[in-house]
T-cell receptor, first 113, second 113 residues
């Protein structure tokens, strides 16, 4: 089955700087890659996703890049703000039938004011 | 507004008791999932259901049971056979076919007293 590794497990950045979280996946048939943000005591929320026919996708301060050859994808947050502090999860799945998502182990991002 | 509702938000259970966690969605999603999250840890899949009256075990199903009698509802019972039930439980749902990711509920925090 699919295996998703996520690094780093914790990340602290100065407010205004950029943050990058990286994930690698094992199943070359995976073609859907979402990112979730989980604030303390709440459920994860989808913040951005990318499909394998695209190499990069942006939404305001967040972007995701995908390298299918190397089987890795990354979340980039620019101009970080205190409200970006949360746990971020990456995930991967095949995009047919009812394939389940396989989640990474999460990254705790702390923005230092 | 469409969404997924988990109740209660906090639940206390005495040792040896069964408890049932509620999960209801009005998103018309076919698939529903239960995850367990321990402090500082990732998401572990307990059970999932891709269609009414059918469900499959996830990675940590022992000590748990589910039912899927209605499309909108996927309750989870934590039985007395679950030796370490204290955790944060998350329910999620997704449409079938093309993967648009999961919508998560806000979670139920279960504590054994």
């Amino acid at each position: 089955g699919e295996n998703v590794e996520q690094h780093p497990s914790t990340l602290s950045v100065q407010e205004g700087d950029s943050a990058v979280i990286k994930c690698t996946y094992s199943d070359s048939a995976s073609n859907y890659f979402p990112w979730y943000k989980q604030e303390l005591g709440k459920g994860p929320q989808l913040i951005i996703d990318i499909r394998s026919n695209v190499g990069e996708k942006k939404d305001q301060r967040i972007a995701v890049t995908l390298n299918k050859t190397a089987k890795h994808f990354s979340l980039h947050i620019t101009e970080t703000q205190p409200e970006d502090s949360a746990v971020y999860f990456c995930a991967a799945s095949r995009n047919f039938g009812n394939e389940k998502l396989t989640f990474g182990t999460g990254t705790r991002l702390t923005i230092i004011p | 507004d469409g969404g997924i509702t988990q109740s209660p938000k906090y639940l206390f259970r005495k040792e040896g008791q069964n408890v049932t966690l509620s999960c209801e969605q009005n998103l018309n999603h076919d698939a529903m999932y239960w995850y367990r999250q321990d402090p500082g840890q990732g998401l572990r899949l307990i059970y999932y259901s891709q269609i009414v009256n059918d469900f499959q075990k996830g990675d940590i199903a022992e000590g748990y049971s589910v039912s899927r009698e209605k499309k909108e509802s996927f309750p989870l019972t934590v039985t007395s056979a679950q030796k370490n039930p204290t955790a944060f439980y998350l329910c999620a749902s997704s449409p079938s076919g093309v993967n648009y990711g999961y919508t998560f509920g806000s979670g139920t925090r279960l504590t054994v007293v």
